[in-house]
């Protein structure tokens, strides 16, 4: 699940050595944190979320497959 | 990517500084030399010289070859086995994604697959150094959905006419509303819109007032 957004984000930033993810398990499933340098925020959340949205809905697809669910939060 | 004008004391160091900011070799942008430059004496009455760059659209084999490293990529980090077949032929290149058990990659009204594109697009667009055209299909669901929907578009048009009311389509996506709005865009007796918001939008048929 961390390996999708690593492999996603790093590949559309300025600074891919700057990013920060960790993941926490919860009764809601597996809940993402990302972090980016400020200038990159914008690039992951894109105009109007559509950047996340499209990662989140991949997330989704990933999830599925594991039967578990997912919440991406982007700090 | 825009026209870039850099400005240097020679053109050899202004293509140097091009090559720094594109990230990219000369060979892959064009050159437009605008002034030459002088040296001057001392300094003095030295002109800059400068160029105007502009990338060059990628070959085709390198998008292909990108995004195709993309695609593979992301189906491997997504758990899913699948084939990606390349049509060079079509506009623009379509590749597509053929396997056993693919409706988890075509989604809801086909949301998942075209997030999928988005985001294949972004890191091509990153890759390339510029926004690159491409389509991705899942075992040809898009293309069998475009002409099904450019089917339902006339055949609900020739309703239009004949009851002289509207008629409302199911909530769909903006592409899909696109297919429609371009199937009936040349219509010689209906008009299209699109109403509602987000998840809820969907074109509207209506009579052309005449």
């Known amino acids: ?75 | 990517m825009d026209e870039l004008e850099i400005a240097a004391s020679t053109v050899e160091e202004a293509l140097e500084e091009a090559e720094e900011r594109l990230g990219m070799k000369r060979d892959r942008f064009e050159v437009e030399v605008i002034s030459e430059g002088k040296s001057g004496i001392l300094g003095i009455g030295g002109e800059e010289a400068v160029i105007k760059v502009k990338p060059l659209p990628p070959a085709e084999e390198d998008l292909v070859k990108v995004a195709r490293e993309v695609l593979d990529k992301l189906l491997n980090l997504l758990g899913v086995t699948a084939e990606v077949e390349v049509l060079s032929d079509q506009i623009p290149t379509t590749f597509n994604i053929k396997g056993d058990d693919l409706g988890i990659l075509i989604g809801r009204h086909g949301q998942t697959i075209v997030s999928l594109e988005y985001i294949v697009k972004l890191i091509v667009a990153a890759r390339l150094k510029g926004w690159q055209p491409l389509f991705i299909d899942i075992g040809g669901y898009r293309e069998r959905r475009r002409s099904s929907l450019q089917q339902l578009a006339l055949h609900l048009a020739e309703q239009v006419k004949l009851e002289h009311r509207d008629i409302t389509l199911e909530p769909m996506s903006a592409s899909e509303r696109r297919i429609i709005h371009l199937a009936l865009a040349e219509h010689p007796e209906v008009v299209t819109h699109s109403i509602g918001v987000g998840e809820d939008r969907k074109v509207v048929i209506s009579p052309k007032q005449s």
């Open chain 1, 1 to 75: 699940m961390k390996e999708l957004v690593e492999y996603i984000v790093k590949s559309i930033v300025a600074e891919p050595d700057n990013i920060t993810i960790t993941e926490e398990n919860s009764d809601e499933g597996l809940l993402i944190k990302l972090e980016v340098a400020d200038e990159d925020k914008g690039r992951v959340i894109g105009r109007g979320g559509r950047v996340a949205e499209a990662i989140r809905t991949l997330l989704r697809v990933k999830a599925a497959k594991d039967n578990t669910r997912v919440r991406l939060q982007i700090m």
